[in-house]
């Protein structure tokens, strides 16, 4: 080894040497009362060894609490983005059920007010849209199949469907069968007539029932 290096080791073992005994230096500098001891690099040594073992404690604790905060906060990061992701898809249900509600209580308003708004019907013109009741799908009545049924003149038939189909309660299909037009309900006249059947219902049950009088019990002569 060249004496180049070797002096250069010493500097270096010199200058950790009174790095190492700079903070007991300093508590004997500030405190001579420590200084109990004849050796002052004995008691410089001591305290510094004190000293810089606290301070690696306090730097291993504060890393620990660096780390123990870090975990806290990303926890709670974590959680705070889930609870929000899960309050925004409440939300967002909640508001798709209220506008679905709304939506369905608008159509059902306007349907209660597109049939309300009906003028009343002639005797005739019920029979006819209610000839229509039952039809099976894409099944179509002409006015002269309403006509034998209804056992009725097709002129007076034909006009009621034509003031039906007014009222947008009847739909017509042109040349349905034999040159004549073919006519089924529409979805205003199965409204209507749904709201017929309801009304028919509550007046039925207003009305007042005949109450059976209770039957007298003659007394029966037994034998003795």
Same mark, same amino acid.
């Given at each position: 080894m060249?004496a180049d290096i070797?002096?250069?080791l010493?500097?270096?073992?010199?200058?950790? $040497?009174?790095? !190492? *005994?700079?903070?007991?230096?300093?508590?004997r @500098?500030?405190?001579?009362?420590?200084d109990? &001891?004849?050796?002052?690099? !004995?008691?410089?040594g001591?305290?510094?060894a004190a000293v810089?073992?606290? %301070?690696?404690?306090?730097i291993?604790?504060?890393?620990?609490?660096v780390?123990?905060?870090?975990?806290?906060?990303?926890?709670?990061?974590?959680?705070? $983005? #889930?609870?929000?992701? +899960? &309050?925004? +898809?409440v939300?967002?249900?909640r508001l798709?059920? %209220?506008?679905?509600?709304?939506?369905? #209580?608008?159509?059902?308003?306007?349907?209660?007010t597109?049939? !309300? =708004?009906?003028?009343?019907l002639?005797g005739?013109?019920l029979e006819?849209?209610?000839?229509?009741?039952?039809? /099976? /799908?894409?099944?179509l009545?002409?006015? @002269?199949?309403?006509?034998?049924?209804?056992e009725?003149?097709?002129?007076d038939? =034909?006009q009621? *469907?034509?003031?039906?189909r007014?009222?947008? *309660?009847?739909?017509?299909?042109?040349?349905?069968?034999?040159? #004549?037009?073919?006519?089924?309900?529409? +979805? &205003?006249?199965?409204?209507?007539? %749904? %709201?017929?059947?309801?009304?028919?219902?509550?007046?039925? &049950?207003?009305?007042?029932?005949?109450?059976? +009088? /209770?039957?007298? *019990? #003659?007394?029966?002569?037994?034998?003795?």
């Amino acid at each position: 080894m060249s004496a180049d290096i070797q002096s250069a080791l010493i500097e270096v073992a010199l200058w950790l $040497y009174h790095g !190492f *005994l700079v903070p007991g230096d300093q508590l004997r @500098s500030r405190f001579p009362a420590l200084d109990v &001891a004849g050796d002052g690099r !004995f008691v410089s040594g001591l305290l510094s060894a004190a000293v810089w073992l606290g %301070a690696i404690l306090l730097i291993v604790w504060f890393c620990r609490l660096v780390r123990h905060v870090d975990r806290t906060l990303t926890a709670f990061v974590v959680r705070l $983005y #889930e609870e929000s992701q +899960r &309050a925004l +898809r409440v939300a967002a249900r909640r508001l798709t059920i %209220a506008l679905r509600s709304y939506a369905l #209580e608008r159509q059902a308003r306007a349907t209660r007010t597109e049939v !309300f =708004e009906q003028p009343a019907l002639t005797g005739l013109q019920l029979e006819v849209l209610q000839s229509h009741v039952g039809l /099976p /799908p894409a099944h179509l009545l002409t006015p @002269s199949d309403i006509a034998r049924t209804l056992e009725m003149r097709s002129a007076d038939v =034909e006009q009621a *469907l034509t003031q039906l189909r007014k009222l947008s *309660l009847v739909a017509r299909s042109i040349g349905a069968g034999d040159g #004549e037009d073919g006519y089924r309900l529409s +979805r &205003a006249g199965e409204v209507f007539l %749904a %709201a017929c059947s309801r009304a028919q219902r509550v007046n039925d &049950a207003s009305l007042p029932q005949p109450t059976a +009088r /209770p039957k007298r *019990l #003659e007394p029966t002569l037994g034998r003795m």
